[in-house]
């Protein structure tokens, strides 16, 4: 995952060891003409730097100010809801219907996972990233998974390993749709929205009963 559109990311650390390296000086009584006091100064520098990038990679990246120009990919944290429609056939030869599901993300500056649930099964993610091309105007995640049926009904649905490729849309993103397919043989389209900041940890009530569609989904407010 390409983390930091690297030309403003270094535009943007050069000015600010600029403003550190000023400061420093101004403290210090260095005079920056000197080429011995700034080689002084350089550890302060480096150090500063270092604190910068921390904080920015653990709390700044998520910030609506860094979004597009200098992170290419967006937050995606929380809980997407939505449903399945899957060509998958049980053993009297019949598809379902819309499978209600959701799916909790959880990411970070360098990391991600992705776990989708419904009433029957639970996947995980082990490989994970975002294509992003402006010029190309795609915005897709994508991950591959590995699903496992609930132990009652791996009889008529055994664990297998799948793809999962979502169109981002939305700015901010309000919507994941997209398809997978798996080594099943099966494939099928998902289509989701936001929920929660909150990561759930089991099917909401309120979706195992009555799946959402596009019009009745209810977005939380407080997403960024």
């Known amino acids: ?3 930091l559109n690297m030309k403003p990311f270094l535009y943007l650390l050069a000015g600010f060891s600029a403003i550190v390296l000023f400061l420093a000086a101004l403290v210090q009584g260095f005079d920056l003409r000197d080429f011995i006091d700034v080689l002084r100064l350089i550890p302060i520098v480096a150090t500063a730097d270092c604190i910068a990038y921390f ?4 709390w700044l990246w998520r910030w609506k100010l860094f979004q597009g120009w ?12 939505g449903h399945i429609e899957t060509n998958w056939k049980d053993a009297e ?16 500056f360098g990391r991600m996972s992705c776990v989708m649930r419904t009433g029957e099964m639970e996947s995980h993610s082990y490989l994970e990233g975002f294509c992003i091309d402006k010029d190309a105007q795609v915005r897709r995640l994508c991950y591959s998974y590995t699903s496992r049926p609930k132990a009652s009904l791996r009889e008529r649905s055994t664990p297998h390993d799948g793809t ?19 080594q099943r043989q099966t494939s099928g389209t998902v289509t ?33």
Do not use: C
Request: glycine residues 6%.
């Open 1 to 3: 995952m390409k983390n």
């Open 70 to 81: 200098l992170i290419p990919f967006p937050d995606l944290n929380g809980t997407w809801q």
């Open 192 to 224: 989701l929205t936001f929920r929660i900041n909150e990561l759930l940890d089991e099917m909401p009530d309120d979706l195992q009963t009555h799946p959402v569609t596009d019009a009745e989904s209810h977005t939380d407010s407080g997403r960024s």
């Open 164 to 182: 999962m490729l979502f169109n981002i849309i939305g700015k901010p993103v309000h919507k994941l749709e997209g398809e997978y397919w798996t």
């Open 55 to 58: 904080v920015f990679t653990v």
């Open 93 to 108: 030869g019949k598809t379902p219907g819309p499978i209600p599901t959701i799916l909790t993300i959880k990411q970070s």
